[in-house]
């Protein structure tokens, strides 16, 4: 009966250390990101009942691409990277993960935004998800979803 269970113990014990340990959010996201896909919902679009959606796959040479670089210290830097490899509207904020939300704080276009994500890690990257006003018609009622692949920055 001793040997069937310290058997046991071992099997599982072996089960337990082959098993990958799974990155944390933090450390995850520690790294540079291009957004490859985005759609926005705006169900109450400039305070009327009509639905407006925008969405990009940036197919077909876009003109310009947004990219980010995470840092383990809180803080990141997004902009746009044109076609000709030019950095456009760089901004800086901070971030950090609750569960499984980023949460990043910035400053664009003279507003400062504090937006929220939850994050889905996928193959090249992951998905964010969020609601939030991104219409700016003073109602936080508007569904963003983009995908991400990792990319490697200077």
């Known amino acids: 009966m001793k040997t069937n269970y ?5 099997i599982f014990g072996m089960l337990f250390g082959a098993c990958k340990q799974e990155e944390s959010l933090e450390k995850y996201m520690a790294k540079s990101w291009e957004t490859n896909y985005l759609k926005i919902e705006m169900p109450t679009f400039e305070n009327t009942d009509s639905l ?5 796959k ?9 990219q980010s670089k995470y840092n383990l210290d809180g803080t990141f830097t997004a902009w746009f990277l044109t076609n000709s490899n030019q950095k456009i ?3 800086d904020g901070t971030w950090n993960v609750v569960g ?17 994500y939850k994050i889905t890690k996928t193959e090249e990257g992951f998905m ?9 018609d003073g109602v936080a009622d508007d569904f963003l979803t ?7 920055t200077e």
């Open 52 to 56: 407006n959606v925008f969405e990009d």
């Open 89 to 91: 509207l760089e901004t």
């Open 6 to 10: 310290f058997f046991f113990i071992l």
């Open 128 to 136: 964010g998800e969020s609601k939030y006003d991104w219409d700016n």
């Open 100 to 116: 499984d939300s980023l949460q990043v704080s910035f400053f664009y276009n003279n507003k400062e935004m504090k937006v929220s």
């Open 58 to 66: 940036f197919d077909n040479n876009p003109i310009q691409v947004a």
């Open 146 to 152: 983009m995908k991400t692949k990792e990319i490697k």
